[in-house]
């Protein structure tokens, strides 16, 4: 019990809210609110368009002649978009289950932002790791964690007590259901060759060895390396198709479909709460981003950069390479959606259950089997 | 009457589906770098940049009224043109030109001639039927306002638009 009074638990808890601080409000949420932007931007050139590209103060409503714009191209967006959520009138409608009405953005909200808490995002800096929680069941408990983000999905849709939310909740659950089991499985053949659930080890274990997907960013490409390539190829393949299903985006978008369910889960609901589903989404996109960086890029890693025990610049570089590999996700997630039409229900559910989870247990005994062999 | 949907056979390649995927992401990608780098050109920046000088001539914007090289209001007030219009945007006041003017002989102008900008179709209908060559349709399409008012264009209004009218009239011309 003495550990209680000692100045390690203070310094730990010190760093620990410094860490989170640091991740949600500096990094995560930011990020979050610029991907939005992102979305709309690359979305708009994808087809085209420019998209939002300028940004201003209305004040001819004030009697002004001309409106103040502000010289950042399009950048102010997004604080336009938060100020527009605050402002706007909440409206709840009268024939909903409050508290469930009250809860699920909440629900759709916290998990996605709870995740990121396992995740290492750099290296070390001023020999404190960067990583809030570093526990050694991480990949467990990110999957735990994010499967009760249906919670938030499918209380949203029973909640509103309207047919097209609820048509929207009840997909969420078997969509996200059923291709839970993909991503749980098509993880372990990285449990396997890195041999620990923690995604610090993880991470050290590809800073050694070579990326998964890239195993010779360490300078040496040994026959085993080239072997475990196929079913690490295998795996971030059907991860990132599972990843797409969990978070919602096209071309898995089925509980959100607007031309069959106006808006899906969150149609009743407005202003912020409606906001906290959308950066509920977004958050839950960075955090699949970072585990799919974390597993199979190499985290914060970058051949030739020395890690933070090298100085504080070195920790600040690998925080930048590991957020300038999400982004690089990110831009995938966006692309991906504005180029692939959206699936049937059954044809999603067949590729969940007959395909994405076959394939990921066979690539499980295939990734044992040549670890049998060359180890 | 029922018939039987075609069923294509899939070659495994189309079943797969992966290289559809990525040859769709190529077209993106591919629409995405024509965007940045600037090489497709299809946006215009409205307030800056205007289609104006790519008008074709017989563009139909405001109707407007015009004079002629001596100053003289070309209308007659014969108000053809109020009962032609459709949406009855035009409400014309003849009076009677006095006698000691200059232009007597005329015998007939508008003392009010408003067009309701809220009503006009742009149709043209109005210029067509004039006998006098007195309105035409310009080119300004952005006509807007903050009130109703505002958007009746009286008759000084629609000779500032309109301005002067030189040239042979059309039915004196035998080339139209």
């Given at each position: 019990?003495?550990?209680l009074?000692?100045?390690?638990?203070?310094?730990?808890?010190?760093?620990?809210?410094?860490?989170?601080?640091?991740?949600?409000?500096?990094?995560?949420?930011p990020?979050?609110?610029?991907?939005?932007?992102?979305?709309?931007?690359?979305?708009?050139?994808?087809?085209?368009?420019?998209?939002?590209?300028?940004?201003?103060?209305?004040?001819?409503?004030?009697?002004?002649?001309?409106?103040?714009?502000?010289?950042l191209?399009?950048?102010?967006?997004?604080?336009?978009?938060?100020?527009?959520f605050?402002?706007?009138?909440?409206?709840?409608?009268?024939h909903?289950?409050?508290?469930?009405?009250?809860?699920?953005?909440?629900?759709?909200?916290?998990?996605?932002?709870?995740?990121?808490?396992?995740?290492?995002?750099?290296?070390?800096f001023?020999?404190e790791?960067?990583?809030?929680?570093?526990?050694?069941?991480?990949?467990?408990f990110?999957?735990?964690?994010?499967?009760?983000?249906?919670?938030?999905?499918?209380?949203?849709?029973?909640?509103?007590?309207?047919?097209?939310?609820?048509?929207?909740?009840?997909?969420?659950?078997?969509?996200?259901?059923?291709?839970?089991?993909?991503l749980?499985?098509s993880?372990?053949p990285?449990?396997?060759?890195?041999?620990?659930?923690s995604?610090?080890?993880?991470?050290?274990?590809?800073?050694?060895?070579g990326?998964?997907?890239?195993?010779?960013?360490?300078?040496?490409?040994?026959?085993?390396?080239?072997?475990?390539?196929?079913?690490?190829?295998i795996?971030f393949?059907?991860?990132?198709?599972?990843?797409?299903?969990?978070?919602?985006?096209?071309?898995f978008?089925?509980?959100?479909?607007?031309?069959?369910?106006?808006?899906g889960?969150?149609?009743?609901?407005?202003?912020m709460?409606?906001?906290?589903?959308?950066?509920?989404?977004?958050?839950?996109?960075?955090?699949?981003?970072?585990?799919?960086?974390?597993l199979?890029?190499?985290?914060?890693?970058?051949p030739?950069?020395?890690?933070?025990?090298?100085?504080?610049?070195w920790?600040?570089?690998?925080?930048?390479?590991?957020?300038?590999?999400?982004?690089?996700?990110?831009?995938?997630f966006?692309?991906?959606?504005?180029?692939?039409?959206?699936?049937?229900?059954?044809?999603?559910?067949?590729?969940?259950?007959?395909?994405?989870?076959?394939?990921?247990?066979?690539?499980?005994?295939?990734?044992?089997?040549?670890?049998?062999?060359?180890? | 009457?029922a018939?039987?949907?075609?069923?294509?056979?899939?070659?495994?390649?189309?079943?797969?589906?992966?290289?559809?995927?990525?040859?769709?992401?190529?077209?993106?990608?591919?629409?995405?770098?024509?965007?940045?780098?600037?090489?497709?050109?299809?946006?215009?920046?409205?307030?800056?940049?205007?289609?104006?000088?790519?008008?074709?001539?017989?563009?139909?914007?405001?109707?407007?009224?015009?004079?002629?090289?001596?100053?003289?209001?070309?209308?007659?007030a014969?108000?053809?043109?109020?009962?032609i219009?459709?949406?009855?945007?035009?409400?014309?006041?003849?009076?009677?030109?006095?006698?000691?003017?200059k232009?007597?002989?005329?015998?007939?102008?508008?003392?009010?001639?408003?067009?309701d900008?809220?009503?006009?179709?742009?149709?043209?209908?109005?210029?067509?039927v004039?006998?006098?060559?007195?309105?035409?349709?310009?080119?300004?399409?952005?006509?807007?306002?903050?009130?109703?008012?505002?958007?009746?264009?009286?008759?000084?209004?629609?000779?500032?638009?309109?301005?002067?009218?030189?040239?042979?009239?059309?039915?004196?011309?035998?080339?139209?």
């Amino acid at each position: 019990m003495d550990f209680l009074g000692s100045p390690d638990l203070w310094m730990l808890i010190a760093a620990s809210v410094a860490k989170t601080i640091f991740l949600i409000f500096l990094v995560v949420l930011p990020m979050v609110s610029y991907t939005v932007y992102a979305e709309r931007r690359v979305s708009a050139m994808i087809q085209d368009r420019l998209g939002p590209n300028r940004v201003g103060f209305p004040t001819t409503l004030l009697g002004f002649k001309k409106d103040l714009e502000l010289p950042l191209g399009g950048l102010g967006q997004p604080i336009a978009d938060a100020l527009k959520f605050l402002l706007k009138e909440d409206f709840v409608p009268a024939h909903v289950n409050k508290p469930y009405f009250w809860l699920a953005p909440c629900l759709a909200m916290v998990p996605s932002i709870v995740v990121l808490a396992a995740i290492p995002f750099g290296s070390t800096f001023l020999g404190e790791k960067m990583v809030v929680a570093d526990i050694n069941v991480g990949l467990l408990f990110i999957f735990a964690i994010a499967s009760v983000g249906v919670y938030g999905i499918v209380l949203a849709g029973w909640a509103s007590n309207s047919k097209y939310p609820f048509l929207g909740g009840i997909r969420s659950s078997s969509q996200m259901i059923s291709y839970e089991l993909g991503l749980g499985l098509s993880a372990v053949p990285v449990l396997l060759i890195a041999g620990a659930t923690s995604l610090t080890k993880i991470t050290d274990y590809q800073v050694a060895n070579g990326w998964l997907l890239f195993p010779f960013t360490d300078g040496k490409l040994s026959g085993s390396e080239v072997l475990l390539w196929i079913p690490a190829l295998i795996a971030f393949i059907t991860f990132t198709v599972c990843m797409f299903a969990e978070t919602n985006r096209l071309p898995f978008d089925l509980p959100e479909s607007e031309t069959e369910l106006v808006a899906g889960y969150h149609t009743e609901y407005s202003s912020m709460k409606f906001a906290l589903f959308f950066l509920g989404e977004y958050t839950a996109m960075i955090a699949g981003s970072a585990l799919v960086v974390v597993l199979f890029f190499g985290g914060w890693h970058l051949p030739f950069i020395p890690d933070g025990s090298a100085g504080w610049f070195w920790g600040l570089v690998n925080i930048t390479v590991f957020f300038g590999k999400v982004a690089a996700l990110l831009f995938v997630f966006i692309w991906v959606r504005w180029t692939l039409p959206r699936f049937r229900f059954d044809q999603l559910m067949k590729i969940g259950w007959l395909y994405i989870f076959e394939i990921a247990l066979v690539n499980i005994f295939l990734t044992a089997g040549i670890l049998a062999f060359t180890k | 009457m029922a018939y039987v949907v075609p069923r294509p056979n899939l070659t495994w390649k189309e079943k797969i589906y992966l290289p559809s995927i990525i040859a769709g992401l190529m077209t993106t990608l591919k629409h995405f770098r024509k965007m940045l780098t600037g090489e497709t050109k299809v946006v215009m920046q409205y307030p800056e940049e205007k289609w104006d000088s790519h008008m074709p001539e017989h563009y139909r914007g405001a109707p407007t009224l015009v004079k002629d090289t001596h100053g003289r209001e070309r209308c007659v007030a014969c108000q053809l043109c109020e009962f032609i219009c459709p949406p009855r945007a035009i409400t014309i006041k003849p009076e009677e030109i006095p006698a000691e003017s200059k232009w007597a002989k005329v015998e007939k102008r508008p003392q009010e001639f408003e067009i309701d900008m809220i009503r006009c179709i742009y149709c043209g209908m109005c210029e067509e039927v004039c006998p006098e060559q007195a309105i035409f349709l310009r080119k300004d399409y952005a006509i807007t306002g903050t009130t109703r008012e505002e958007m009746v264009h009286d008759k000084q209004k629609l000779y500032e638009l309109g301005g002067v009218f030189d040239g042979l009239v059309h039915k004196w011309n035998p080339l139209k």
